[in-house]
Structures are given as C-alpha cells and as structure tokens.
C-alpha cells in the first residue's frame, strides 16, 4: 500500500481539494466524482459527502494509496 503523508498548514482541509493537491485528480470537480463514487474512507469509513473537513491526524484511503493527514507545525 502507498503511502502519503499530507502537511496541513491550516484548520482543515476539504476532502476533494486533498485528492487534487496530493495529486490523485486534476481538479476539485474530479475529485467530488471520485468521492461520490463510494472510493473513499477516512479513518475506516466509506465517506460520501465531497467538502467533507479533513483535520490533522485523520487517514484518507483511496484503491491502496493512504494519505495521512499531519499538522504542519
């Protein structure tokens, strides 16, 4: 399974914007398909709602890539 690990230099950090700035689709738009299709969990649980706030120290799992949320500071 590949790893990322995602810097987050704010509060939080909608779900389809993380799928596009670590480079998974091209835009928010993609990403918002991606998420509605049913791909994504966080922390465990199937996740369908696309500007879903993703703060440090949560798991987002797309296919078998896991992108770990970490704070910045």
Do not use: P, Y
């Not at 993380?18 to 509605?36: E, P």
């Not at 369908?48 to 500071?73: F, N, W």
């Amino acid at each position: 399974m590949q790893q990322i690990e995602f810097e987050l230099d704010r509060d939080h950090v909608e779900l389809n914007q993380l799928l596009k700035l670590v480079g998974l689709c091209d835009s928010g738009g993609a990403g918002k398909a991606i998420v509605a299709s049913g791909a994504v969990s966080v922390d465990g649980a199937v996740e369908l709602r696309k500007t879903c706030k993703i703060h440090a120290g949560q798991v987002v799992t797309i296919d078998d890539i896991e992108i770990h949320v970490v704070d910045a500071a």
